[in-house]
């Protein structure tokens, strides 16, 4: 619906004129309006447009025709005879017209009010009460629950960026020489792998389980640990008990000189210590007590003419003995005798001069001491194994580890002894089986992860850990990566003197494991396993494997 073409006047179209105006004046349509306009009463505007054609025809009919050119004439002069008309009309009926006036004023004030009204919004415009009666029968509107927008979903944070590395050992990595290769390379500084292939395997570690047992010795045994061998009174006169205390750089040379461990006490010194004591007693007779140590002396998995004779590498394992029971006390290598314990009583008392009767037993409890000599502290005995990688005195660690932990005092104790004396350093010990102390079993299993995070340790030197550092081979210049063992020559030599690992050789496997201050600049950790069917040459394509590690530094790809 289209609305007025003018502004409403408040009154209904189509509203009688008021009835006390008097009939026999008679006003044309436009007429009254006129007549309305100046007495100053609204005219109600005709609503239509053909309403509005019929007023303008009823106005030109009592006007009289207006030529197009003259409407505003015309127009005049019907204003002129309308107000002639009302004069008239007001003069014949004045109290009529007083009452249509005051109407007109009031509806006037009233619509002025009402449009006021609006424009300020006033309470009574802007409300209005509902009826007591409405409000008591309409049914109150429910209050709605509030319900949560649904969480809206958040993008996840993206990943940060990984450095994008381009230098590749992929290519020496296959080298067939390498066998079934297992293997890590960590940035030291951050922990991120840079290089991984089979690293969370467990394998046999051949050496390299060395730097596993000093750390279980350190953390256990502490680093000022000294292992003693003594004398005791026995329990009769003139009997004295020789006790092994598991340390195996006992000397049988005068002073300890001369002997492959450096610093070694001399059984010379313990002799001389008992003799001194028995205030000239004759010694009647003498019991050797080895007991510290259970069997077997020997390890099952062991090749023994390989180890004990051919190699020299080992001996059988008791609580008593000199040299390491090697036959030249003065060699890194050299073949070992059935008897240990035989050969330290025979100096023994050779140095207190009697041939009196010997047996084996216990020390009385209790007993009154008489002599006692101690080996080095632990941090020496560690440096010295590691640099020359001697098993004897890994053999020796291992089992005081587990028997300090409450573990044992055979081979088969050894596991669950150093896995204790490892917790402490908080890497992660699964997958780990110790066999022995020195790595020669086949059936150790350590993967390289452990390996690389455990020197990541040593590196920083961790709880007493720098002394396994310390005592680390260092390429072409120092220990079994030395010269004279054919290591890092050549091409590799590029790589010498930056690399400080611990070696391993069995008969399945050639290991290294250790720091790389590799040429960027970046300290790397490694294990590198070499495990199968592998022969000598597998220790040159290790070689030539870290010299490509060493040169990649923290460029190196995993690729």
Same mark, same amino acid.
């Given at each position: 619906?289209?609305?007025?073409?003018q502004p409403?006047?408040?009154?209904?179209?189509?509203?009688e004129?008021?009835?006390?105006?008097?009939?026999?004046?008679?006003?044309?349509s436009l007429?009254?309006?006129?007549a309305?306009?100046?007495?100053?009463?609204?005219?109600?505007?005709?609503a239509? #447009?053909?309403?509005?054609?019929?007023a303008?025809?009823?106005a030109?009919?009592?006007?009289g025709?207006?030529?197009?050119?003259?409407?505003? #004439?015309?127009?005049?002069a019907?204003?002129?005879?309308a107000?002639?008309?009302?004069?008239a009309?007001?003069?014949t009926?004045?109290?009529?017209?007083?009452?249509a006036?005051g109407?007109?004023?009031?509806?006037?004030?009233?619509?002025?009010?009402?449009?006021?009204g609006?424009?300020?919004g006033?309470?009574a415009?802007?409300?209005?009460?509902?009826?007591?009666?409405?409000?008591?029968?309409k049914?109150?509107?429910?209050?709605?629950?509030p319900?949560?927008?649904?969480?809206?979903?958040?993008?996840?944070?993206?990943?940060?960026?990984?450095?994008?590395?381009?230098?590749?050992?992929?290519g020496l990595?296959?080298?067939?020489?390498?066998?079934?290769?297992?293997?890590?390379v960590?940035?030291?500084?951050?922990?991120?792998?840079?290089f991984?292939r089979?690293g969370?395997?467990?394998?046999?570690?051949?050496?390299?389980?060395?730097?596993?047992?000093?750390a279980?010795?350190?953390?256990?045994?502490?680093?000022d640990?000294r292992?003693?061998?003594?004398?005791?009174?026995?329990?009769?006169?003139?009997?004295?008990?020789?006790v092994?205390?598991g340390?195996?750089?006992?000397?049988r040379?005068?002073?300890g000189?001369?002997?492959?461990?450096t610093?070694?006490?001399s059984i010379?010194?313990?002799?001389d210590?008992?003799?001194?004591?028995?205030?000239?007693q004759?010694i009647?007779?003498?019991?050797?007590?080895?007991?510290?140590?259970?069997?077997?002396?020997?390890?099952?998995?062991?090749?023994?003419?390989?180890?004990?004779?051919?190699?020299?590498?080992?001996?059988?394992?008791?609580?008593?003995?000199?040299?390491?029971?090697?036959?030249?006390?003065?060699?890194v290598?050299?073949?070992?005798?059935?008897?240990p314990?035989?050969?330290?009583?025979?100096?023994f008392q050779q140095?207190?001069?009697t041939?009196?009767?010997v047996s084996?037993?216990t020390?009385?409890?209790?007993?009154?001491?008489?002599?006692?000599?101690?080996?080095?502290?632990?941090?020496?005995?560690?440096?010295?194994?590691?640099?020359?990688?001697?098993?004897?005195?890994?053999?020796?660690l291992?089992?005081l580890?587990?028997?300090?932990n409450?573990?044992?005092?055979?081979f088969?104790a050894?596991?669950?002894?150093?896995?204790?004396?490892?917790k402490?350093?908080?890497?992660?010990?699964?997958?780990?089986?110790?066999?022995d102390g020195?790595?020669l079993?086949?059936?150790?299993?350590?993967?390289p992860?452990?390996?690389?995070?455990?020197?990541?340790?040593?590196?920083?030197?961790?709880n007493?850990l720098g002394?396994?550092?310390d005592?680390?081979?260092?390429s072409?210049?120092?220990?079994?990566?030395?010269?004279?063992?054919?290591?890092?020559?050549?091409?590799?030599?590029?790589a010498?003197?930056a690399?400080?690992?611990?070696?391993?050789?069995?008969?399945?496997?050639?290991?290294l494991?250790?720091?790389?201050?590799?040429?960027?600049?970046?300290?790397l950790?490694?294990?590198?396993?070499?495990?199968?069917?592998?022969?000598?040459?597998?220790?040159q394509?290790?070689?030539?494997l870290?010299?490509?590690?060493y040169?990649?530094?923290?460029?190196?790809?995993?690729t």
């Open positions: 619906m289209h609305e007025s073409d409403d006047s408040g009154l209904p179209n189509g509203t004129s008021d009835p006390s105006i008097p009939a026999t004046t008679p006003l044309s007429d009254q309006d006129a309305a306009h100046d007495a100053g009463v609204p005219v109600a505007a005709p239509t #447009r053909s309403e509005r054609r019929s303008e025809r009823e030109a009919a009592t006007t025709s207006t030529p197009a050119g003259a409407p505003r #004439r015309g127009i005049a019907g204003v002129s005879g107000a002639a008309g009302i004069m009309a007001i003069r009926h004045p109290r009529a017209w007083m009452v006036g109407t007109a004023a009031l509806i006037v004030l009233g619509t002025g009010s009402v449009a006021l609006a424009t300020v006033s309470p415009a802007a409300a209005v009460a509902p009826s007591p009666s409405a409000s008591a029968t049914t109150p509107t429910p209050t709605p629950t319900t949560a927008d649904p969480a809206r979903p958040v993008p996840a944070a993206a990943p940060a960026a990984s450095r994008i590395r381009t230098c590749s050992v992929a990595a296959q080298d067939g020489r390498l066998g079934n290769l297992e293997a890590q960590v940035n030291a500084k951050t922990g991120e792998v840079l991984d089979n969370g395997t467990p394998g046999p570690t051949a050496s390299v389980m060395k730097t596993v047992t000093s279980a010795a350190l953390a256990t045994l502490g680093p640990y292992v003693s061998t003594t004398v005791v009174a026995g329990s009769t006169p003139g009997q004295i008990v020789l092994g205390g340390d195996v750089t006992l000397s040379l005068p002073g000189q001369g002997a492959f461990y610093g070694a006490p010379q010194d313990l002799a210590q008992a003799k001194q004591a028995m205030a000239g004759p009647t007779s003498i019991v050797v007590d080895a007991s510290l140590f259970g069997g077997p002396v020997w390890q099952p998995s062991w090749d023994e003419n390989e180890e004990r004779v051919v190699e020299g590498s080992t001996p059988y394992m008791t609580a008593l003995m000199v040299d390491g029971d090697r036959d030249n006390p003065g060699a290598e050299s073949p070992r005798s059935t008897d314990v035989g050969r330290a009583v025979q100096y140095y207190l001069g041939s009196v009767p084996e037993g020390a009385p409890a209790g007993a009154r001491q008489l002599a006692a000599v101690q080996s080095q502290p632990v941090t020496t005995l560690i440096q010295q194994a590691m640099k020359y990688s001697d098993n004897t005195i890994m053999e020796e291992a089992r580890v587990a028997i300090k409450g573990a044992g005092n055979t088969d050894e596991n669950a002894g150093v896995l204790a004396g490892l402490g350093y908080g890497i992660d010990t699964a997958g780990l089986h110790i066999a020195s790595g079993s086949a059936n150790n299993a350590v993967p992860s452990y390996m690389t995070r455990l020197f990541i340790k040593v590196l920083n030197r961790e007493g002394v396994i550092y005592g680390l081979p260092v072409g210049q120092s220990g079994t990566l030395g010269p004279g063992y054919n290591r890092f020559t050549g091409a590799n030599s590029a010498r003197g690399v400080h690992a611990k070696t391993g050789w069995i008969d399945n496997g050639y290991t494991s250790g720091i790389v201050d590799s040429a960027d600049g970046t300290p950790t490694f294990a590198v396993f070499a495990l199968g069917n592998v022969g000598d040459n597998a220790k394509a290790i070689d030539t870290v010299t490509g590690i040169k990649c530094g923290d460029n190196l790809s995993n």
